[in-house]
């Protein structure tokens, strides 16, 4: 049953869903006027690419365009830091009445002259503006690449032109551009770990696990990837995804167009970490690239892992248990991770949302959660705000936009996103979940709440 308030859009209640359930309406554009916490199309594209070390990034667009996604994750380098500069062709008004294909053709020769070291990738991003003016951004790349004799790819993704998804998948599309040449190459044994963009060097962190048992990773897509190290991508045996909402469709290119199978994964709390590992090991063996010996010592790390995290769980599971969570992140599969987690710990999920979640993922969180918790699909800060307080929310766990109204709320806050410089994932990461779970949980400060309103 759709749950109806007088504090909810009438068109979105069919996107929020408590007590007996008939699914969730998702997988759509937002309400206008909702309030929506996602971000734009080309947002999605600039976030998945960003990650990829060696890349030039050039946003053809007002200003505004770069600097809203300039620097924007925690992602880590083992090498290069070119992709910490972003560059603009800082279109204006002149620009817009006589077009702006001649400055972005001026931006690339002024970047193959200036910069060092000189570019081997190059993304054009054509932001709204652009998408609405027409300029002809695919063969100004198809001749800076015939002149440069690099790769010179376009992401033409206006924000109007669709959701955060999209973008996503424009990125997916332009990563698999930069493959396409490399694709006729002889297999060899080895993963690719998709959907992770090393936020804090977690990426490192299950890359280790994974060598540590003998599986080598080919290609990071797109945490610490460089350009070399994504044209490698088309000999590996099997893709792993981690982040399904951004990458689940690179692998099903890649399983069409370069006969790379997929599984999917998540490196969050005991349970999925733990499985997650097996099934990569498992789906190796089954693909015949290995033999029984990799499935049999990834069992062994996994039950030698879990017997070192449990005393830390049992630890704070008595300061934990009973209390309520709430979860806003921007995929389903971290949103299932984050309930089981919290259910290791002996926490309700009561509210728990996602921006882009798909119908699939709902129906697992749906199967987790109790019949009285609300589920929400690309919820806003109003809703949020009405769910917590209505079921006494302890902590929310969500992105930097959520932080404020976590503390305005007087609700303790994890930061489970983009911007955080600590790992949340793996064996290492459990534990600083835990702890930051709570040290935020238990906070003296709570206790001076509405104090301020006698003194
Ligand atoms: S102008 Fe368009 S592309 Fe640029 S940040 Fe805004 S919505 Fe996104």
């Given at each position: 049953m759709a749950v109806t308030t007088t504090n909810i859009l009438e068109e979105r209640a069919t996107s929020i869903s408590s007590k007996q359930r008939k699914g969730i309406s998702c997988e759509k554009e937002s309400v206008s006027g909702a309030v929506s916490q996602r971000a734009c199309v080309y947002c999605g594209a600039r976030v998945v690419l960003n990650p990829i070390t060696d890349a030039y990034h050039i946003v053809h667009g007002p200003i505004g365009c770069a600097s809203y996604t300039w620097d924007i994750?925690?992602?880590?380098?083992?090498?290069?830091?070119?992709?910490?500069?972003?560059?603009?062709?800082?279109?204006?008004e002149t620009d817009i009445v006589f077009g702006g294909a001649v400055k972005l053709t001026a931006a690339i020769d002024e970047l193959m002259e200036k910069a060092n070291p000189a570019p081997k990738l190059i993304f054009i991003y054509a932001t709204c503006i652009v998408g609405v003016i027409g300029d002809d951004v695919d063969a100004v790349c198809r001749a800076a690449e015939a002149k440069y004799g690099i790769r010179v790819i376009p992401v033409k993704a206006p924000g109007f032109s669709g959701t955060k998804s999209l973008g996503y998948q424009m990125a997916c599309n332009a990563i698999l551009e930069v493959m396409r040449p490399h694709r006729e190459q002889k297999k060899r044994f080895g993963i690719n770990i998709l959907g992770d963009y090393n936020l804090a060097g977690e990426m490192w962190i299950i890359k280790r696990y994974f060598e540590d048992l003998g599986i080598p990773v080919i290609s990071t897509i797109t945490g610490d990837a460089s350009y070399e190290s994504l044209t490698q991508a088309p000999s590996a045996t099997l893709n792993i995804v981690q982040c399904a909402g951004s990458s689940a469709y690179l692998a099903e290119c890649m399983d069409e167009e370069l006969g790379i199978p997929y599984v999917k994964v998540s490196f969050f709390g005991v349970e999925d970490t733990s499985a997650s590992i097996i099934r990569v090991a498992d789906a190796l063996y089954a693909a015949g690239a290995c033999d029984d010996g990799i499935p049999a010592r990834a069992r062994e790390f996994a039950a030698a892992q879990t017997a070192k995290v449990m005393p830390v769980i049992e630890k704070y599971k008595p300061r934990?248990?009973?209390?309520?969570?709430?979860?806003?992140?921007?995929?389903?599969?971290?949103?299932?991770?984050?309930?089981?987690?919290?259910?290791?710990?002996?926490?309700?999920?009561?509210?728990?949302?996602?921006q882009t979640g798909k119908k699939d993922e709902y129906a697992v969180i749906e199967s987790l959660v109790d019949g009285d918790t609300i589920v929400l699909d690309d919820a806003n800060p109003a809703e949020l705000e009405q769910f917590m307080l209505e079921k006494g929310a302890d902590i929310l766990v969500g992105g930097v936009k959520e932080r404020p109204l976590a503390y305005k709320l007087g609700v303790a806050f994890c930061d489970h996103n983009h911007e955080r410089r600590h790992p949340l994932a793996g064996f290492a990461g459990i534990e600083n979940f835990i702890k930051e779970i709570n040290m935020s949980i238990n906070s003296p400060v709570w206790q001076y709440l509405g104090k301020e309103a006698a003194v």
């Open positions: 994750r925690g992602s880590l380098s083992s090498g290069s830091e070119l992709y910490r500069n972003s560059y603009s062709t800082d279109l204006r934990l248990a009973g209390k309520k969570a709430a979860i806003f992140v921007g995929g389903g599969f971290k949103a299932i991770s984050l309930i089981r987690q919290f259910n290791e710990l002996g926490i309700k999920t009561v509210v728990v949302g996602t």
